[in-house]
């Protein structure tokens, strides 16, 4: 049977999308889409940024459907005030068959290369390798992560930096973009957890595609056992510091802790919330609007 969404389509100030799209995730546990400008030129020469954008969540049309729709209609309202002063538009919801929302942005996923060595890939897409390419194919159904969005890319880069990584703990994993990269590049045990079974099923799926040996599991970060030479969490602000105990407990001694799905603006946020852990911030890194930092946990 073919699974169905509700797909809810909110049309917002540019300036909004970010605080909207994370709210979004948050709310809905999948990725969003932003529509972008479709051109009919090849110049680019003159072209502004559309004042208005349309970011689309895709929700399960469940009992709690109703009520989520009604969070999404307050949070629009609450915030679109301090970015423009026309109203916002009502939130339209459409039901889609799963099949029909994969076909819809594949045609916007491409082979990716990103930091040296890594390259994602779409099972669809043909790919000649270079001879040391690690390349990974993705079909990421539902979750969010095709490696394309700056959050996962600063994430890579900032994994393969550190060469042959050891054990690797992935937090909040998704597609398991990340635990599938750390195992390409060496990793001597890959564990991934997430709080959503059905993106742990992808990931899974998505490991056995790509021959790649990872645990993965629901199982809530303070269970895991042991530590690990390095820990990635590519979630909102707010999670992390909210969880900055519990990832911190996770590094070994002399490893690393890489923090990503940042905003520029809320990296002081986060700092300060890691202030207090032990951890001493190594490097920055950041692509248009968004931040990635990398800890390291004293020898």
Same mark, same amino acid.
């Given at each position: 049977m073919n699974k169905t969404w509700a797909e809810v389509a909110c049309e917002v100030p540019a300036a909004m999308v970010d605080l909207?799209?994370?709210?979004?995730?948050?709310?809905?546990?999948?990725?969003?889409?932003?529509?972008? @400008?479709? @051109?009919?030129?090849?110049?680019?020469?003159?072209?502004?940024?559309?004042?208005?954008?349309?970011v689309r969540a895709y929700f399960t049309p469940d009992a709690e459907l109703e009520t989520k729709l009604a969070a999404v209609e307050r949070f629009i309202r609450e915030n679109a005030p301090d970015y423009g002063d026309a109203p916002p538009a009502t939130p339209t919801v459409t039901t889609i068959r799963e099949e029909d929302w994969a076909t819809g942005w594949r045609q916007h996923f491409s082979p990716t290369r990103i930091g040296r060595r890594l390259v994602i890939k779409p099972t669809w897409e043909p790919f000649a390798p270079e001879p040391e390419d690690l390349?990974?194919?993705?079909?990421?159904? $539902?979750?969010?992560?095709?490696?394309?969005?700056p959050t996962t890319r600063l994430c890579l880069e900032a994994l393969e930096k550190l060469g042959r990584p050891g054990?690797? @703990?992935?937090?909040?994993?998704?597609?398991?973009? @990340?635990? $599938?990269?750390?195992?390409?590049?060496?990793?001597? =045990?890959?564990?991934?957890?997430?709080?959503?079974?059905?993106?742990?099923?992808?990931? =899974?799926?998505?490991?056995?595609?790509?021959?790649?040996?990872?645990?993965l599991t629901i199982t809530p970060l303070a269970d895991i056992p042991g530590q690990f030479a390095v820990v990635l969490a590519n979630i909102l602000a707010e999670d992390l510091v909210r969880m900055a105990a519990d990832l911190t407990?996770?590094?070994a001694p002399g490893g690393a802790l890489i923090l990503s799905g940042i905003l520029v603006e809320r990296e002081p946020y986060v700092i300060d919330g890691f202030a207090a852990t032990g951890l001493a911030l190594a490097e920055t890194t950041r692509e248009g609007e968004w931040s990635c930092l990398l800890y390291r946990a004293a020898k």
């Amino acid at each position: 049977m073919n699974k169905t969404w509700a797909e809810v389509a909110c049309e917002v100030p540019a300036a909004m999308v970010d605080l909207l799209a994370d709210f979004l995730v948050e709310l809905s546990g999948n990725g969003v889409s932003i529509d972008n @400008l479709e @051109l009919d030129t090849f110049s680019l020469d003159g072209m502004d940024e559309p004042p208005v954008k349309t970011v689309r969540a895709y929700f399960t049309p469940d009992a709690e459907l109703e009520t989520k729709l009604a969070a999404v209609e307050r949070f629009i309202r609450e915030n679109a005030p301090d970015y423009g002063d026309a109203p916002p538009a009502t939130p339209t919801v459409t039901t889609i068959r799963e099949e029909d929302w994969a076909t819809g942005w594949r045609q916007h996923f491409s082979p990716t290369r990103i930091g040296r060595r890594l390259v994602i890939k779409p099972t669809w897409e043909p790919f000649a390798p270079e001879p040391e390419d690690l390349v990974i194919e993705l079909d990421p159904g $539902m979750a969010f992560g095709t490696g394309t969005h700056p959050t996962t890319r600063l994430c890579l880069e900032a994994l393969e930096k550190l060469g042959r990584p050891g054990d690797v @703990l992935d937090v909040g994993t998704g597609s398991g973009i @990340l635990a $599938m990269a750390a195992s390409k590049l060496g990793a001597s =045990r890959v564990v991934g957890t997430d709080i959503d079974p059905d993106a742990v099923e992808v990931a =899974r799926e998505n490991c056995a595609m790509n021959g790649v040996t990872a645990e993965l599991t629901i199982t809530p970060l303070a269970d895991i056992p042991g530590q690990f030479a390095v820990v990635l969490a590519n979630i909102l602000a707010e999670d992390l510091v909210r969880m900055a105990a519990d990832l911190t407990a996770k590094v070994a001694p002399g490893g690393a802790l890489i923090l990503s799905g940042i905003l520029v603006e809320r990296e002081p946020y986060v700092i300060d919330g890691f202030a207090a852990t032990g951890l001493a911030l190594a490097e920055t890194t950041r692509e248009g609007e968004w931040s990635c930092l990398l800890y390291r946990a004293a020898k």
